[in-house]
């Protein structure tokens, strides 16, 4: 197995999910969807500080003023961090039962891609979307069983969206008007390989994606091509993110729900052999 360490805390993530390197903050964050909670993890020490939430913590990205948006449930919230105030933007997937915001990306234009998924997993009632910085929210496409790991080309050409339930990392040609071009599958998961999850880009253009069922996360060249694995010692792994100042290490999360692992849920420290690109900021 690669270089693979395993972060000290005293919890695991019930659905560990949406890495985040704040350069800023010289900290990485990350939810547990399930157990309503944003973790911070400081990469002077390894302390780790969990913030409640009222309900599915989705994810969560950085402003460019200062502060975070987040995805709390269908809602889309400005976060303060660690006060943890939250001051309502806008909702998502009003009147569809069940629903919930589960992962998204900014680009380099500073707006939002997210998707929704049903809490059930269980039927194509998802949809993704796009936030505006002037806070309009869009919908973009749908149907979505379980939309996951949006990765956005850093150019802004295109973004890539997952279907989980598919096994399909899809791809989109994004317009000027920020509106998307038809829906491509890009990489159709086989079988071993497990199903695409959050989804990062490095800094040569390589798709790095975590694989739920597989327990590793594996890099894609720029045509698609599966080109290699690192192995983890738990089978649901869910995303993954670039990190440090050189951002040359590569955190990943994974998820204890519904299954009986010693490490599922754990956090993990990668070395990936190549360096990231920073995470885009929310400009609203």
């Known amino acids: 197995m690669a270089d693979v360490a395993i972060i000290d805390r005293d919890r695991a993530d019930r659905l560990g999910e949406g890495p985040l390197w704040s350069a800023r903050d010289d900290a990485l964050y990350w939810v547990d ?3 309503h909670r944003i973790n911070r993890m ?3 020490d390894r302390s780790v500080t969990s913030f409640a939430q009222p309900d599915y913590a989705a994810w969560v990205i950085e402003r460019e003023r200062g ?8 809602d889309i919230v400005l976060l303060d961090l660690p006060a943890n105030r939250q001051v309502p933007l806008g909702s998502v997937d009003r009147g569809v039962t069940g629903n919930r915001l589960n992962d998204a990306k900014a680009d380099h ?5 997210a998707g929704t998924i049903p809490a059930s997993c269980d039927r194509p009632s998802g949809a993704f979307y796009r936030i ?19 990765a956005i080309d850093p150019d802004g050409r295109f973004l890539l ?20 071009g038809p829906r491509t599958p ?3 998961f086989e079988p071993g390989w497990g199903n695409p999850d959050g989804m990062t880009f490095d800094a040569t253009g390589g798709l790095w994606v975590a694989c739920w069922g597989a327990s590793c996360v594996t890099r894609f060249d720029m045509a698609g ?9 738990a089978s649901q792994i869910t995303s993954c993110a670039f990190a440090g100042p050189q951002l040359d290490r590569m955190f990943v999360t994974s998820a204890a729900d519904g299954v009986v692992e010693e490490h599922g849920g754990a956090l993990f420290e990668v070395d990936p052999g190549c360096r990231g690109r920073l995470p885009n900021m929310y400009r609203g």
């Open 109 to 113: 234009l500073g707006r939002i891609w």
């Open 33 to 35: 969807i399930l157990d």
């Open 161 to 180: 969206h997952t279907d989980t339930a598919l096994g399909t990392v899809f791809r989109f040609d994004i317009h000027d008007d920020g509106s998307l």
């Open 186 to 188: 890009f990489i159709v």
């Open 67 to 74: 502060g975070f948006v987040a995805g709390i449930g269908r």
């Open 42 to 44: 400081s990469l002077a």
């Open 132 to 150: 505006d910085p002037d806070g309009l929210i869009v919908h973009a496409d749908s149907p979505y069983t379980i939309a996951n790991g949006p």
């Open 225 to 233: 091509t599966r080109e290699r694995s690192i192995a983890l010692p």
